[in-house]
T-cell receptor
Framework: GQSLEQPSEVTAVEGAIVQINCTYQTSGFYGLSWYQQHDGGAPTFLSYNALDGLEETGRFSSFLSRSDSYGYLLLQELQMKDSASYFCAVRASSGATNKLIFGTGTLLAVQP | DGGITQSPKYLFRKEGQNVTLSCEQNLNHDAMYWYRQDPGQGLRLIYYSQIVNDFQKGDIAEGYSVSREKKESFPLTVTSAQKNPTAFYLC?????????????FGEGSRLTVL
């Protein structure tokens, strides 16, 4: 089967740093994406890692280790507006397709 | 503005009725997708289409049907054969010229079966 595992909930305070981990087991692997979803809203794309290493985009960074089937999303200088669900997603098919397999999501609560 | 429009936002249906959810995009994207999200859960792929007049089943296609007659449109029909249709349905599109892991989502349609 194919599975992605993330913690179900994470709590942190404003201004802090939080790391959301994702481990995956899929039949194929071509990249790991991260999405943010506020309650009842549309998921929005945050980052994509196809190669090992760290990608930085403003306050958010994403890391991938293909040998460990593991990645994480790092959120720095947390703000209240960062309270949302975060999903990792694997691009498991070759070719020019963005068909993704999603994890069950991590609910991040940022406290004052 | 470019984007994806889903309608209706909320829909109530009686058991045994079919219902069609609309999804339109003006991003000129080749690929379109339908995902289902249940409370506290991740997104599960129902159907996807990489090109007009072609579509593929996802992981949970049973009880659903789609069509792709135009590049801009990818409607989803939830049939009476779907045993548990109450859910949040999300449509997405992507430019499949290269795999970037980036999907653009609509605001979703929340279906409740009474």
């Amino acid at each position: 089967g194919q599975s992605l595992e993330q913690p179900s909930e994470v709590t942190a305070v404003e201004g802090a740093i939080v790391q959301i981990n994702c481990t995956y087991q899929t039949s194929g692997f071509y990249g790991l994406s991260w999405y943010q979803q506020h309650d009842g809203g549309a998921p929005t794309f945050l980052s994509y890692n196809a190669l090992d290493g760290l990608e930085e985009t403003g306050r958010f960074s994403s890391f991938l280790s293909r040998s460990d089937s593991y990645g994480y999303l790092l959120l720095q200088e947390l703000q209240m507006k960062d309270s949302a669900s975060y999903f990792c997603a694997v691009r498991a098919s070759s070719g020019a397709t963005n068909k993704l397999i999603f994890g069950t999501g991590t609910l991040l609560a940022v406290q004052p | 503005d470019g984007g994806i429009t889903q309608s209706p936002k909320y829909l109530f249906r009686k058991e045994g009725q079919n219902v069609t959810l609309s999804c339109e995009q003006n991003l000129n994207h080749d690929a379109m997708y339908w995902y289902r999200q249940d409370p506290g859960q991740g997104l599960r792929l129902i159907y996807y289409s990489q090109i007009v007049n072609d579509f593929q089943k996802g992981d949970i296609a049973e009880g659903y049907s789609v069509s792709r007659e135009k590049k801009e449109s990818f409607p989803l029909t939830v049939t009476s054969a779907q045993k548990n249709p109450t859910a949040f349905y999300l449509c997405a599109s992507s430019s499949d010229r290269r795999g970037t892991g980036e999907l653009f989502f609509g605001e979703g349609s929340r279906l409740t079966v009474l």
